[in-house]
């Protein structure tokens, strides 16, 4: 696990595309995303493609985090890459002084609720047409 590189741009928006469909980032905004929080993009390669990522984002007073994205490749789930993913960019928050963690989660998505239920997240709110018409999200939250 590392920080991501500008050269993971292409292979990340690939991964992105692969793991969310329809939900993933334009290039152009992993772009934008790893300029403004490089250093909060993390990535899992095994030397030759990249297998998961983390990113998260701060507030302007740096106390409430987001995690903007956490994804793996579909090929390599269940072996807890998504949990360690998740523990890292959570110290990373932690070490920013950031002090709450708050995502957003599809209610479908059973594994990811799990996964975030199992690291501590609750939720806190439905939101309904959260990514547009139809597109409903759960928001949780993790005091760090």
Same mark, same amino acid.
């Given at each position: 696990?590392? $920080? ?11 991964? %992105? =595309? ?10 152009? &905004? ?8 490089? !250093?909060?993009?993390? &990535?899992?390669?095994d ?10 984002? =701060? $507030? ?12 793996? %490749? ?14 890292? &960019?959570?110290?990373?928050?932690r070490?920013?002084?950031?002090v ?6 599809? !209610?479908?998505n ?7 239920? $199992? ?9 309904? %047409? ?7 999200r ?7």
């Open positions: 696990m590392r $920080s991501a590189t500008e050269q993971d741009l292409p292979d990340l928006e690939r991964l %992105d =595309t692969e793991i969310f469909t329809d939900f993933a980032y334009p290039f152009f &905004v992993l772009r934008q995303l790893f300029d403004v929080h490089g !250093p909060d993009l993390l &990535v899992l390669d030397g030759t493609e990249l297998l998961g990522y983390a990113l998260a984002g =701060t $507030s302007p007073d740096k106390k409430q985090g987001w995690i903007l994205g956490l994804g793996v %490749d579909a090929r390599l789930r269940g072996h807890g890459l998504g949990r360690r993913l998740m523990a890292a &960019v959570l110290d990373q928050l070490a920013e002084g950031v709450e963690a708050k995502l957003t989660v599809d !209610p479908e059973s594994a990811a609720i799990a996964l975030y239920g $199992s690291c501590g997240f609750e939720q806190i709110d439905e939101r309904k %047409d959260y990514f547009g018409p139809g597109e409903h759960l928001i949780m939250t993790l005091h760090l």
